[in-house]
């Protein structure tokens, strides 16, 4: 880790390949468990582009953006959401907003 005086920003060594776009996303709640929990800091890439069971943080229809996951059936793509609820959601390019793919996830223990 080291710290940069002039612009006070924190960097960490990733051993995954992240865009200078990529940011760190705190989950808050529990809607996501058991796969993410209220604490674990998401490592989110805005340039990747989404494969089958990533998981990404979308918008669908202007509301506040979640956590899905992305995944394929047939030859479509839709959104699951993992809150325990199982429907699939389609991928419309004109009422969807991916922000980013989840690459990986930093769990504290304290």
């Known amino acids: 880790m080291k710290k940069n005086a002039a612009n006070g920003q924190l960097s960490i060594f990733w051993p995954t390949q992240v865009s200078e776009e990529s940011f760190v996303l705190p989950v808050t709640g529990d809607d996501y468990k058991p796969e993410f929990k209220s604490g674990d800091m998401l490592i989110v ?8 069971n990533d998981f990404v943080i979308v918008s ?7 956590l899905y996951k992305y995944t394929k059936q047939k030859d479509s793509f839709y959104f699951c959401r993992l809150d325990g609820v199982s429907y699939l959601i389609p991928q419309v390019k004109k009422t969807t907003r991916i922000f980013g793919v989840v690459l990986s996830k930093i769990v504290s223990y304290r």
């Open 45 to 52: 890439d805005p340039r990747a582009q989404p494969r089958h």
């Open 60 to 66: 669908i229809n202007n509301e506040k953006p979640a």
